[in-house]
T-cell receptor, first 112, second 113 residues
Framework: LAKTTQPISMDSYEGQEVNITCSHN???????ITWYQQFPSQGPRFIIQ???TKVTNEVASLFIPADRKSSTLSLPRVSLSDTAVYYC?????????????FGKGTTLSVSS | DGGITQSPKYLFRKEGQNVTLSCEQN?????MYWYRQDPGQGLRLIYY???????QKGDIAEGYSVSREKKESFPLTVTSAQKNPTAFYLC????????????FGPGTRLTVT
């Protein structure tokens, strides 16, 4: 399984764009990149998933460069309610059937 | 409303007692999972089930047991053999074991003294 490295914490202010980068140097050909969000005392929630280039949904964008050794989760104009832990997961569920691995994640703190 | 329910939200037990945590889903998902989360840590996989009557050990299965007799239910038993059972336990499900999107329950916070 590819190991991921994320910053332990990040701070931001309301209205700013936040970019959280995840490093996964040993990503395998069939691995997908998935991001989850977790609020205190709740279960994680799926945000976005991608394989290459850019993926966008109503919540966030995911940027993946051509070499796929890193990925960046972009949250546009954050609000106080975006304060949470964000997890980057890399794995191949389709071919290898490996389970997703949640690391310690990045704790994002948004202030007013 | 479709979703995953876990009960109870808080659970207190004495050391040496077995305790069973409930997890039910009405999403018609094939796969279900149990995770453990300790303060300031990520989630660690205890057991997962790809389909009814089948389950596999995760990274930290020692001291835990599960059953999957019904598609909707995946109870977790924390046995007295688990050395540090106090933790936040999360149950999740996904459409299939190949799905990257897992749906999580609200969790059960277990305290053993």
């Amino acid at each position: 399984l590819a190991k991921t490295t994320q910053p332990i914490s990040m701070d931001s202010y309301e209205g700013q764009e936040v970019n959280i980068t995840c490093s996964h140097n040993n990503i395998a050909t069939n691995d997908y990149i998935t991001w989850y969000q977790q609020f205190p005392s709740q279960g994680p929630r799926f945000i976005i998933q991608g394989y290459k280039t850019k993926v966008t949904n109503e919540v966030a964008s995911l940027f993946i460069p051509a070499d796929r050794k890193s990925s960046t989760l972009s949250l546009p104009r954050v609000s106080l309610s975006d304060t949470a832990v964000y997890y980057c997961l890399v794995g191949d569920l389709v071919q290898a059937g490996t389970a997703l691995i949640f690391g310690k994640g990045t704790t994002l703190s948004v202030s007013s | 409303d479709g979703g995953i329910t876990q009960s109870p939200k808080y659970l207190f037990r004495k050391e040496g007692q077995n305790v069973t945590l409930s997890c039910e889903q009405n999403l018609n998902h094939d796969a279900m999972y149990w995770y453990r989360q300790d303060p300031g840590q990520g989630l660690r996989l205890i057991y997962y089930s790809q389909i009814v009557n089948d389950f596999q050990k995760g990274d930290i299965a020692e001291g835990y047991s599960v059953s999957r007799e019904k598609k909707e239910s995946f109870p977790l038993t924390v046995t007295s053999a688990q050395k540090n059972p106090t933790a936040f336990y999360l149950c999740a499900s996904s459409r299939t074991h190949k799905s990257y999107e897992q749906y999580f329950g609200p969790g059960t916070r277990l305290t053993v003294t």
